[in-house]
């Protein structure tokens, strides 16, 4: 039953008792009233008859009597039915301040009510649980974020400790170097923590786009860094019409294939293909390379975490870690999803999709 239903029922059912109690009042009045015979007059000089002011009077007295005896009951019972009805309100009231102080963790889990209180109950449970998420998310985020730009500034402060202690015995040109690759890294992180939190403003896009188009011009930029890796694109593009932001959605694809180059297999392939269906446009990049276990794959998303680790195999640096991250902010402004699953053996690698609606 709803909150609505059960007030209304309460209340119909008090106010039908309420006139009982009435109507039993009357009755008990008028059923002291001396039975005679009606006669044109009223019988004054006979003292068992009753006057009619004297029966009048009587009606009233009972009547201020019982009015006032209904006035105390349904104080105390409206007060009663107000509480059992709205005691829900408290728990929920209750939970908000335990939120307000800091706590998270708290849930109502209002049990045994399928009403419009229990709807909130459970509206309010699942807000908690988002915001705890969330902020779990946010300080994982603020801790590696200040981890990852601490190692390049630590390096740089001990590059330079080491060079003021023995300046003589320095190769200047290699400790040149190191401090510009060291550096740039620093300024690599910082601009794409800067993207990210970009990302993370946008709160509404509306253009119309094309994925496939889109794409396209993502893998023109990328044909000569895949040639020099030895990589070859093939792309497969189908029209695929959605609504958005063309520069964001150009930044996550334009990081997939990137991903897909710089943590690939040489020589190898990466496919990028995109296709339209009744509710949704998919856009897929696929490539060859190390086999990764499910787990870590659908891990990839997350801030500064990498397959490999922080160097490639050729001593290239791997990047910061945000580019999944990035992509899966971009796509869920989008209102779509982003889904990471590695390949099977012997090709290996991933297949990133990212679903938009149509």
């Given at each position: 039953?709803?909150?609505?239903?059960?007030?209304?029922?309460?209340?119909?059912?008090?106010?039908?008792?309420a006139?009982?109690v009435?109507?039993?009042?009357?009755?008990?009045?008028?059923?002291?009233?001396?039975?005679?015979p009606?006669?044109?007059?009223?019988?004054?000089?006979?003292?068992?008859?009753?006057?009619?002011?004297?029966?009048?009077?009587?009606?009233?007295?009972?009547?201020?009597?019982?009015?006032?005896?209904?006035a105390?009951?349904?104080?105390?019972?409206?007060?009663?039915?107000?509480?059992?009805?709205l005691?829900?309100?408290?728990?929920?009231?209750?939970?908000?301040?335990?939120?307000?102080?800091?706590?998270l963790?708290?849930?109502?889990?209002?049990?045994?009510?399928?009403?419009?209180?229990?709807?909130?109950?459970?509206?309010?449970?699942?807000?908690?649980?988002r915001?705890?998420?969330?902020?779990?998310?946010?300080?994982?985020?603020a801790?590696n974020?200040?981890?990852?730009l601490?190692?390049?500034l630590?390096?740089?402060?001990?590059?330079?400790?080491?060079?003021?202690?023995?300046?003589?015995?320095?190769?200047?040109?290699?400790?040149?170097?190191?401090?510009?690759?060291?550096?740039?890294?620093?300024?690599?992180?910082?601009?794409?923590?800067?993207?990210?939190?970009?990302?993370?403003?946008?709160?509404?896009?509306?253009?119309?786009?094309?994925?496939?188009?889109?794409a396209?011009?993502?893998?023109?930029?990328?044909?000569?860094?895949?040639?020099?890796?030895g990589?070859?694109?093939?792309?497969?593009?189908?029209?695929?019409?959605?609504?958005?932001d063309?520069?964001?959605?150009?930044?996550?694809?334009?990081?997939?294939?990137?991903n897909?180059?710089?943590?690939g297999?040489?020589?190898?392939?990466?496919?990028?293909?995109?296709?339209?269906?009744?509710?949704?446009?998919?856009?897929?990049v696929?490539?060859?390379?190390?086999?990764?276990?499910?787990?870590?794959?659908?891990?990839?998303?997350?801030p500064?975490?990498?397959?490999?680790?922080?160097?490639?195999?050729?001593?290239?640096?791997?990047?910061?870690?945000?580019?999944?991250?990035?992509?899966?902010?971009?796509?869920?402004?989008?209102a779509?999803?982003?889904?990471?699953?590695?390949?099977?053996?012997?090709?290996?690698?991933?297949?990133?999709?990212?679903?938009?609606?149509?």
């Amino acid at each position: 039953m709803s909150a609505r239903l059960r007030l209304t029922l309460s209340y119909a059912g008090f106010l039908v008792f309420a006139g009982a109690v009435v109507l039993l009042g009357v009755y008990v009045v008028l059923r002291y009233v001396p039975n005679y015979p009606l006669t044109a007059a009223n019988p004054r000089d006979d003292p068992a008859v009753a006057s009619r002011q004297e029966i009048l009077q009587a009606v009233v007295g009972a009547s201020a009597v019982i009015l006032a005896g209904l006035a105390v009951i349904g104080l105390a019972g409206g007060w009663v039915l107000a509480g059992w009805i709205l005691r829900p309100l408290r728990d929920i009231n209750a939970a908000a301040r335990i939120a307000a102080a800091g706590r998270l963790d708290h849930r109502i889990r209002l049990a045994g009510r399928h009403d419009e209180f229990g709807e909130l109950a459970d509206s309010f449970d699942h807000m908690l649980e988002r915001l705890h998420d969330a902020f779990a998310v946010q300080e994982r985020f603020a801790a590696n974020a200040s981890h990852e730009l601490r190692t390049p500034l630590t390096v740089t402060a001990t590059l330079l400790d080491v060079a003021r202690a023995d300046p003589d015995g320095q190769d200047v040109p290699t400790l040149l170097e190191r401090l510009r690759v060291t550096n740039a890294r620093a300024i690599g992180l910082t601009e794409a923590l800067l993207r990210l939190a970009d990302a993370n403003a946008v709160t509404a896009v509306s253009a119309p786009v094309d994925l496939a188009a889109i794409a396209g011009d993502v893998v023109t930029d990328h044909a000569r860094e895949a040639r020099e890796r030895g990589i070859e694109i093939r792309p497969a593009l189908e029209a695929a019409p959605t609504t958005g932001d063309e520069l964001l959605l150009g930044q996550a694809i334009a990081n997939l294939l990137q991903n897909a180059l710089r943590h690939g297999r040489a020589p190898g392939t990466v496919r990028v293909t995109t296709e339209q269906r009744p509710d949704a446009v998919l856009l897929r990049v696929e490539n060859d390379g190390p086999q990764l276990a499910a787990d870590l794959a659908a891990r990839l998303v997350e801030p500064f975490l990498r397959g490999e680790g922080r160097v490639a195999r050729d001593g290239e640096p791997r990047g910061h870690g945000l580019g999944l991250t990035l992509v899966d902010r971009i796509v869920a402004v989008h209102a779509g999803t982003l889904t990471v699953t590695p390949r099977p053996a012997p090709a290996g690698g991933l297949t990133v999709e990212i679903r938009l609606p149509a």
